[in-house]
Protein backbone atom coordinates (compact mmCIF):
# COMPACT_ATOMS: atom_id res chain seq x y z
CA UNK A 1 0.00 0.00 0.00
CA UNK A 2 2.99 2.08 0.83
CA UNK A 3 4.71 1.90 -3.06
CA UNK A 4 1.17 2.35 -4.01
CA UNK A 5 0.86 5.92 -1.97
CA UNK A 6 4.52 7.22 -3.10
CA UNK A 7 3.80 6.38 -7.00
CA UNK A 8 0.47 8.33 -6.59
CA UNK A 9 2.39 10.94 -4.53
CA UNK A 10 5.17 11.32 -7.35
CA UNK A 11 2.48 11.28 -9.62
CA UNK A 12 0.78 14.18 -8.65
CA UNK A 13 4.06 15.95 -7.78
CA UNK A 14 4.81 15.59 -11.31
CA UNK A 15 1.94 16.67 -12.72
CA UNK A 16 2.42 19.79 -10.54
CA UNK A 17 5.91 20.49 -11.78
CA UNK A 18 4.50 19.96 -15.07
CA UNK A 19 1.69 23.02 -14.81
CA UNK A 20 4.24 24.63 -12.53
CA UNK A 21 6.49 24.84 -15.73
CA UNK A 22 3.90 25.54 -18.31
CA UNK A 23 3.03 29.11 -16.23
CA UNK A 24 6.59 29.77 -15.81
CA UNK A 25 6.64 28.85 -19.83
CA UNK A 26 4.20 31.15 -20.83
CA UNK A 27 4.95 33.95 -17.87
CA UNK A 28 8.34 34.11 -20.13
CA UNK A 29 6.90 34.37 -23.12
CA UNK A 30 4.61 37.17 -22.25
CA UNK A 31 7.26 39.12 -20.71
CA UNK A 32 9.37 38.58 -23.89
CA UNK A 33 6.30 40.08 -26.01
CA UNK A 34 6.50 43.01 -22.89
CA UNK A 35 9.43 43.56 -23.46
CA UNK A 36 9.27 43.81 -27.42
CA UNK A 37 6.78 46.18 -26.99
CA UNK A 38 8.01 48.15 -24.77
CA UNK A 39 10.95 48.69 -26.96
CA UNK A 40 8.68 49.53 -29.93
CA UNK A 41 7.25 52.29 -27.75
CA UNK A 42 10.65 53.28 -27.44
CA UNK A 43 10.76 53.48 -31.45
CA UNK A 44 8.45 55.16 -31.70
CA UNK A 45 9.38 57.83 -29.70
CA UNK A 46 12.72 57.84 -31.09
CA UNK A 47 11.31 58.80 -34.38
CA UNK A 48 8.81 61.38 -33.46
CA UNK A 49 11.96 62.94 -31.34
CA UNK A 50 13.71 62.99 -34.10
CA UNK A 51 10.98 64.59 -36.28
CA UNK A 52 10.65 67.17 -33.60
CA UNK A 53 14.19 67.93 -33.74
CA UNK A 54 14.16 68.02 -37.72
CA UNK A 55 11.32 70.80 -37.84
CA UNK A 56 13.47 72.56 -35.10
CA UNK A 57 16.37 72.73 -38.08
CA UNK A 58 14.10 73.34 -40.95
CA UNK A 59 12.72 76.28 -38.74
CA UNK A 60 15.93 77.54 -37.87
CA UNK A 61 17.28 77.49 -41.79
CA UNK A 62 13.49 79.31 -42.16
CA UNK A 63 14.23 82.37 -39.68
CA UNK A 64 18.13 82.69 -41.13
CA UNK A 65 16.92 83.18 -44.85
CA UNK A 66 14.40 85.09 -43.26
CA UNK A 67 17.07 87.36 -42.13
CA UNK A 68 18.86 87.44 -44.85
CA UNK A 69 15.92 88.74 -46.83
CA UNK A 70 15.14 91.74 -44.42
CA UNK A 71 19.06 92.45 -44.83
CA UNK A 72 18.62 92.57 -48.36
CA UNK A 73 15.53 94.77 -48.10
CA UNK A 74 17.30 97.23 -45.67
CA UNK A 75 20.17 97.36 -48.63
CA UNK A 76 17.64 98.50 -51.26
CA UNK A 77 16.02 100.56 -48.96
CA UNK A 78 18.86 102.76 -48.46
CA UNK A 79 20.05 105.79 -50.76
CA UNK A 80 21.79 104.98 -53.46
CA UNK A 81 24.82 107.44 -52.26
CA UNK A 82 26.48 104.49 -50.09
CA UNK A 83 29.66 104.76 -48.96
CA UNK A 84 32.31 103.96 -51.72
CA UNK A 85 34.10 101.37 -49.47
CA UNK A 86 30.79 99.33 -48.42
CA UNK A 87 30.34 98.19 -52.21
CA UNK A 88 27.38 98.47 -54.55
CA UNK A 89 24.01 97.46 -53.06
CA UNK A 90 24.21 94.07 -55.27
CA UNK A 91 26.90 92.83 -54.05
CA UNK A 92 25.86 92.87 -50.08
CA UNK A 93 22.87 91.53 -50.82
CA UNK A 94 23.84 88.73 -53.05
CA UNK A 95 26.55 88.60 -50.04
CA UNK A 96 23.56 88.82 -47.65
CA UNK A 97 21.47 86.15 -49.63
CA UNK A 98 24.57 83.87 -49.75
CA UNK A 99 24.95 83.78 -45.95
CA UNK A 100 21.18 83.02 -45.41
CA UNK A 101 21.02 80.10 -48.25
CA UNK A 102 23.95 78.61 -46.33
CA UNK A 103 22.72 78.69 -43.28
CA UNK A 104 19.47 77.29 -44.64
CA UNK A 105 21.40 74.84 -46.52
CA UNK A 106 23.25 74.04 -43.31
CA UNK A 107 19.78 73.40 -41.42
CA UNK A 108 18.10 71.50 -44.18
CA UNK A 109 21.22 68.82 -43.88
CA UNK A 110 20.82 69.04 -39.98
CA UNK A 111 17.29 68.01 -40.49
CA UNK A 112 18.17 64.91 -42.43
CA UNK A 113 20.79 63.75 -39.69
CA UNK A 114 18.24 64.04 -37.38
CA UNK A 115 15.39 62.11 -39.13
CA UNK A 116 18.37 59.54 -40.04
CA UNK A 117 19.64 59.28 -36.69
CA UNK A 118 16.06 58.61 -35.69
CA UNK A 119 15.92 55.71 -37.60
CA UNK A 120 18.76 54.71 -36.34
CA UNK A 121 17.58 54.83 -33.17
CA UNK A 122 14.29 52.84 -33.77
CA UNK A 123 15.90 50.26 -35.86
CA UNK A 124 17.74 49.33 -32.72
CA UNK A 125 15.14 49.28 -30.47
CA UNK A 126 13.27 46.98 -33.02
CA UNK A 127 15.98 44.83 -32.64
CA UNK A 128 16.55 44.81 -29.40
CA UNK A 129 12.52 44.36 -29.05
CA UNK A 130 13.12 41.43 -31.53
CA UNK A 131 15.65 39.65 -29.29
CA UNK A 132 13.77 40.29 -26.04
CA UNK A 133 10.59 38.61 -27.51
CA UNK A 134 12.86 35.90 -28.97
CA UNK A 135 14.94 35.25 -25.72
CA UNK A 136 11.34 34.56 -23.79
CA UNK A 137 10.26 31.97 -25.96
CA UNK A 138 13.87 30.40 -25.47
CA UNK A 139 13.60 30.51 -21.68
CA UNK A 140 10.14 29.04 -21.84
CA UNK A 141 11.52 26.02 -24.02
CA UNK A 142 14.52 25.75 -21.26
CA UNK A 143 11.92 25.25 -18.39
CA UNK A 144 9.67 22.76 -20.31
CA UNK A 145 12.83 20.61 -21.47
CA UNK A 146 14.62 20.78 -17.66
CA UNK A 147 10.98 19.57 -16.35
CA UNK A 148 10.74 16.97 -19.34
CA UNK A 149 14.35 15.76 -18.06
CA UNK A 150 13.35 15.32 -14.20
CA UNK A 151 10.25 14.13 -14.98
CA UNK A 152 12.16 11.23 -16.81
CA UNK A 153 14.55 10.67 -14.12
CA UNK A 154 11.70 9.91 -11.44
CA UNK A 155 10.83 6.99 -13.56
Not at 116 to 144: F, M, N, P, T
Request: zero cysteines.
Amino acid sequence: MEIIASKAFIGAMAGLSAVGTAVGAVSSIQQGNYQKAMYESQAQYAEIEAKQQSIQYEQQGLNALDESLKVVSQINARPRNLDPFSGSTGNLSIQALAGGYRDLTTSTRSSEIAVDSGRYQSALHIGAGRQAQLQGQIQAVEKIASTGMQLASMG
